[in-house]
């Protein structure tokens, strides 16, 4: 039996597509051009990014006293973005994996996406702690790899080899889990390449995808296999991030609620982020009908959700600092809320706390606009929580004579700066030479909550066959038999659901 | 049958052919069949056969190879024959003394492959008894100042023509001087205090050869930083112009009147070793300490009772206690003051004839009514000793003004300028550079052209005193030896030497040297003994030899006899007369004092970035002299409200809250410098100190080193600091205290960046320094780590509610510190006067990288030590004004914010603790370092690997005690282009300055962390050495850089677990604590509770 979503939820495909339409709304991109605008904002994120690396290898060839950095602040914009670019990266998987685990279907017109995001974030974040050492050129010592010095080994009590792993097995588990879902794609794309080099790429790519039933049987079979292990890394990984300031000595940073309260600020930043790259994407690529107002309206809701855990978890951090009697953890809150860098624990409190409430308001969290200058601003709030972890902590800690302020330089910016012109332009080039939906997987949902698909099963359930026609070979759910195939899919997917 | 056997190898050799038994002679075959193992015929036809391929190919590869390699440029030369007593890499230690005319000290010189590296103090000389200060023992890096002049030069028409030949300058000179002479003119050595009886026999030598010529001579002796007062005041009440023996260490109640002995007042050195004798509360007796004082010094933060005062007040004060002492008069002074004056008395009375009285004024007429006090408390013959005189201060301001006016007056033909400066130290009314563009022949001997050599027609520079012979009789009955540790660096002489050598006696100092101690010591034996020693003890020889300089003055020198005191001596006249001499009327709304600052003292070292780099003990700022103002009085002059929260923001000075600038004008002088608000500065008064602002430094500053105050036209004005000598009045003394015609003026809006050390001065209610009074210690004994006890332990509950302490409540598996050696430190913060001799020592010892101004203002000090100051502070609560010295004293957002300011005024305490790393147990560093590169010793060290360490910061931010330094740059880099603020500060950068390195400690590359090693080449070389003695190693054999610099043994260094070492004992001493214990880092080091006598 086919799975009909009931008439009351909204469909989730709007614009009554067809497989084909899909395919051709897809690959329109890939195989089309860019517009002058695409071309603008790729050339602004590319300057972006070359001002950066041209900051990153200054700091490398100089040193790390071009940052504003000094004797009591060891940390601060370099694990800042660090910490913030890896929360961001969080949203791809937790829509990857956890959503497929718990069968929520809207997540398959933004899943590739997110996790094309995701990779790009962890790329970024991977950065700092590399050019953040002072001598870059050992970076491989804190691996345990074997040498000759000895049998020397990294220092497994180290919170920040523990990031190394985290991070590293991260970022693989998530390449390799989009890459997969990638497969089916390019061989779409494969199959409908004219020009020979690119039909080549495209082939190399999708590794031979035939699309017959047992690839489609082992695609399956890996992707839940991978959704199963990227799902422990969702969580694993900030938290470990935490730990490298939940264990320390520091106030305000040695705090046992850490690995929650940064696992929801990751994914409230990471779907803020995704929203923010979603609007834009949905517009420009005219992915209106997959991406729709539905899907921005359950995005909202995750944000409202985990940005009022944040906040919750904020009001904990303040409770204990009083309740545990301990002067210096109390003074260090005390000095975050009202000492010089009160400022940024205001523009913190103001965007992650405050403003996501917003989202309590169904007008607002369909409202476009609203929603993309609140995405907007709930990076912004989530850069400062990092940065007032770091820096309003280590800047007043035990001993009073080493308190300092920290005032960033042009550098600091613009490595930061620099990052976010690399996303984008890493962004950018996927946009126009990946599919940026999940081709397959959108398809399996059409005729259950596509706009087309319950309006027909509405009248008919039967005749399928004929309105999908298979026009297009390739791409396996909508070849040949492709209404069968699909909904073979539906149904096992309703089978597993069952279990 | 055997030999009968025959071998042979071929039938020719059977046979034995004729062409065999030729070629059987040659050792090697000529024929040598390759082509028939090759049997390759085309060889032959190939214009490269094998061979010639493989030679060219084996030749190429071996060029390519070897021009690949750089070919290693050996700077070092091996000996032909190594010197009997050179062994590379084992150090020389050599005994010397430093005298500079402001700081006297007995010192030990460690050299290394014939560099000197190091100064430590000589424990066993009597003279300053082992204590340095950073004055002292930077000064091993300046004879490596790469700007100091490389040889005699002399000035033709405005130039110079520098580098010449002695022979050239010496001729000139002699020619010069003979023919000075021969007119009958006047020839005059102007010098610094000289107390070397050779010295004096030289200039003797020198003064005679001119009056043999026809000439007159004279010998006329200033000091920068003047004791004339005393020295006439004691000449007007005992006839004899000398400088007593003051014993510290016998004082039961010390009252200085602005003197800072502790730091700058006369032998400095000694007094605070024989002070801090006496500063221990667990002694038979703890002397009591009142300062009273305009400029916040180092006495006056060790004291026990400190009152501000203006300088206009001190004679006030001092005629108040001469009233209560028993003497006819009677001061005005505050009432708040009046009850700190009366404690005084109080205490003065109550230990009569074991107090003691000074002022560091150098108005004689004050200096007789303190005469006058401590004779009516019978201190004379006990705690002050006028027989064993001391001759570190002969300088005579009346000499020096007349010898101005004689020069003005063109009356002086030649003038040889000796150890000091005048162009610079000079008093502006003396208008002493015109006055010297009237003398025929100027001859400086300086040791660059600075401000007096430019003036001077010919310079004949002056060798180090590391490259020097003399012999010094500081105090009667004291000898001193000055020997060379290395040879000259440069074309320099000593300029005992040039004096000799102009007036036709050929020999060497050295000579002379040696035949002027011969006189006193007797044998060769005795003198490679005392040059051995560094000093010489003598009764035979009471007194420097009799010679011409003694009569300089225009207060007659009297007789040499011992003048027995008794109060009648002291004439009731003479007292009226001091009366009306040191009461000053001021006028206007400020009055000015000048400071001696403990980095540069009386500037001569102004080329020292070590002592740039250590920051003021006081305000904490490094690389600039500036004007310390009261915060109440600089809020005023910007009319602004005086609250908490202005004093907080307004005044604040930080990276980027540049410092604001008045301008300072006394009479026709007027000086633009920053303002800092300094707690403790008498309201009313500012502060400027001297030594600043000299020629030459210039090329160590940057644009954005001096902000507004930056002169682009004129870049020799761009020196660090500014020169504040000229502002001197000169009347009678030079009085570096102006309490009338001193006007101070905002400079709108010009803002000049400092670097400070520290930019929060509270300790916010945190047991950071413990502290109690000297009742409570006595009431407590034995009691004080109880509950409710000053020193209370740390016990923190555990989850059943038990407490625990820090050490029963662990998270980690425990070292095994109860073995072996556990090396540690005790560190009396009752004795640390702050004074920042252990930051430069520890400088010196370890490498640290001087990083510039820039880099400070960043807070990117690398000092492995620094010494934290805390200014007390009070908050209102409840309405009532109380002292935070608890964390849960505070409890609201505004008590909070105001203990962050510290009190301004009277109520203003002051305390210090070194710090450096406290080799934690548990570490909080070690477990974060993600590859190990620091890690803990079994000796209880922390243990820094810097080929480890990959520079993640990790473990300077999970630091409690922020130790930690990083190298942010590759400092001693002598080629990054891009950074030539170090280059031009930093020592390491510069061929000579580099000579200064400890070879035993490696320097840090850049992206690495450092931090206090707690000296472990120190403690490995010791180890060694009493392995070699098959012996454990005994206390005190091992010290640290800090432990050995320190002058008032504060720092102790020794092995925790053995029970013969001090250490060991101190660590569970009454006193004793660990700085923050509640976090559980088990340090090795441990603190020594302070207590005020009040």
Known sequence: MHVVEAEIREPLILGEKSYNDITEDVCAPIEGKANSLWYFV???????????????????????????????????????????????????????????????????????????????????????????????????????LPNQFGSLWPNFNSPLLWDVFAISTYFSVSLVFWYIGLVPDFASVRDRMIKPLPKKIYSILAFGWSGNAKHWNRFEEVSLVLAGLATPLVFSVHSIVSMDFATSVIPGWHTTIFPPYFVAGAVFSGFAMVLTLMLIMRKVLKLEDYITLKHIEYMNIII???????????????????????????????????????????????????????????????????????SIIVNIGMWFERFVIIVTSIHRDYITSSWTQFHPTYVDMGVFLGTIGLFFVLFLLYSRVFPVLALNEVK????????????????????????????????APASDDSSEESSDDAESEENKEQE | MADTKKYWKGIEELEQAPEFVESSKKEFSEYVPVDEFVGNASEDSSPTNRRDFLKVLGFSVTAATLAACEAPVTKSIPFLNKPEDLTPGVANYYSSTFFDGLDLASIRIKTREGRPILIEGNHNAPTSKGAVNARVNSSVLSLYDSKRSKGPAKKIGESWAKNLNWGIVDKEVAQNLRSAASNGGKVVLLSNTIISPASKGAVDYFGAFIGAQGGSFEHVTYDAISASGILDANQKTFGRRVLPTYNFEKAKTIVSFSADFLNTWLNALTYTKDYSSNRKPDGDWMSKHFQFETTLSLSGSAADIRGALKPSEIAEAVKYIYGKVGGDTTGKVSNKLKLKLDKAAESLLATKGESLVIAGSNNGGIQILVNAINDKLNNYGSTIDLDKEVYTRKGSDVAFSKLAKEMSAGEVSALIIVGLNPSYVAPSSLSFDEALSKVGTVVYTGDRLDETGDKADYFAPSSHYLESWDVLNPTKGEYAFVQPVINPLFRTRQWQESLLKWSGNENTFEVFVKSTAKSFLGTEASWINAVHDGYFLSNAFDSVPASVSDTTSEIEDSSSEPVSIISSAISSAVITNAVSQASVT??????????????????????????????????????????????????????????????????????????????????????????????????????IAVGYGKKGTEVFTRQEWLGDLFDAENSEKNTIGKNVFPLQSQDLWVSNTISSGVTVAVLEGARYPMATTQTHHTMMGRKLVNETVLSTFLEQQGAAKEKGGYNETVLIADSYGDEKTTRQLDLWEEHAIDLGHRWGLSIDLNLCIGCGACVT??????????????????????????????????????????????????????????????????????????????????????????????????????????????????????????????????????????FPDFAKVNHQQDDLGRMVLNPDVVVRSRGVMEKCSMCVQRIQAGKLEAKIDGIPVQDGAIQTACSSSCPTDGIKFGDLNNREHAVSDKKNDDRAYLLMEEIGTQPNIYYQTKVRNV
């Open chain 1, 444 to 475: 399996t949902i059409l005729r259950a909550t596509g706009e087309f698909g319950v309006k027909k099963a509405k009248s008919t359930v039967f005749n399928l066959e004929n309105e999908f026609s298979p026009s297009e070979s390739g791409n």
């Open chain 1, 42 to 144: 790729f050339g602004l994120a590319g300057l972006l990014a070359l001002w950066g690396i041209g900051n990153i290898l200054y700091t490398i060839g100089v040193g790390i006293g071009v940052w504003g950095l000094n004797k009591t602040v060891g940390w601060a914009w370099d694990i800042t973005n660090f910490v913030w670019w890896v929360g961001i990266g969080h949203a791809g998987t937790l829509i990857s994996a956890v959503l497929l685990l718990f069968r929520q279907r809207w997540r398959m017109a933004i899943n590739r996406s997110a996790e094309a995001m995701t990779i790009f974030a962890v790329m970024m974040a991977a950065l700092f702690p590399g050019i953040h050492m002072g001598r870059i050129w050992q970076a491989y010592w804190v691996l345990p």
């Open chain 2, 586 to 687: 001021p006028s206007g709304k400020f009055e000015l004092e000048l400071y001696v600052k403990t980095g540069l003292g009386n500037g001569d070292q102004s080329f020292n970035p070590w002592l740039h780099e250590l920051p003021d003990p006081i305000s904490k700022m490094t690389y600039d002299n500036y004007i310390a103002m009261n915060p109440v009085d600089v809020l005023e002059l910007f009319d602004l409200e005086d609250t908490k929260a202005t004093r907080r923001d307004f005044l604040y000075i930080g990276q980027e809250s540049p410092a604001k600038v008045l301008t300072v004008t006394v009479g026709e002088s007027t000086v633009t410098l920053p303002v800092v608000a300094q707690p403790g500065q008498a309201l009313g008064t500012i502060g």
């Open chain 1, 304 to 374: 409202m959700l985990t940005g009022s855990m944040v906040g919750v978890a904020y009001l904990t951090e303040l409770f204990v600092a009083w309740y545990s009697g301990v002067e210096y953890e109390g003074y260090a809150f005390m000095n975050r809320a009202t000492g010089p860098y009160w400022w940024a624990y205001a523009a913190m409190m103001t965007c992650n706390v405050i403003s996501p409430q917003l989202m309590w308001f169904k007008k607002i969290r369909r409202n476009l606009v609203i929603t993309f200058i609140l």
């Open chain 2, 841 to 978: 020592a520890c400088h010196l010892e370890n490498n640290v990288a001087v990083v510039g101004k820039d880099e400070v203002r960043r807070s990117r000090e690398m000092h492995w030590l620094r010494v934290d100051r805390y200014y007390s502070s009070h908050v209102t609560t409840d309405d009532k004004d109380v002292l935070v010295d608890d964390l849960s004293d505070l409890n609201t957002l505004t008590e909070y914010a105001d203990a962050e300011v510290a009190d301004s005024g009277d109520d203003l305490s002051v305390v210090y603790q070194p710090l450096m790393c406290q080799h934690c147990n548990h570490a909080p560093c070690e477990t974060v370092c993600p590859v190990a590169a620091t890690t803990h010793s079994d000796e209880g060290l922390n243990q820094m690997t810097y080929n480890r360490c990959v520079g993640t910061r990790y473990c300077a931010n999970n630091c409690p005690y922020k130790v930690r330094r990083f190298n942010w740059f590759q400092y001693d880099d002598l080629n990054i282009p891009a």
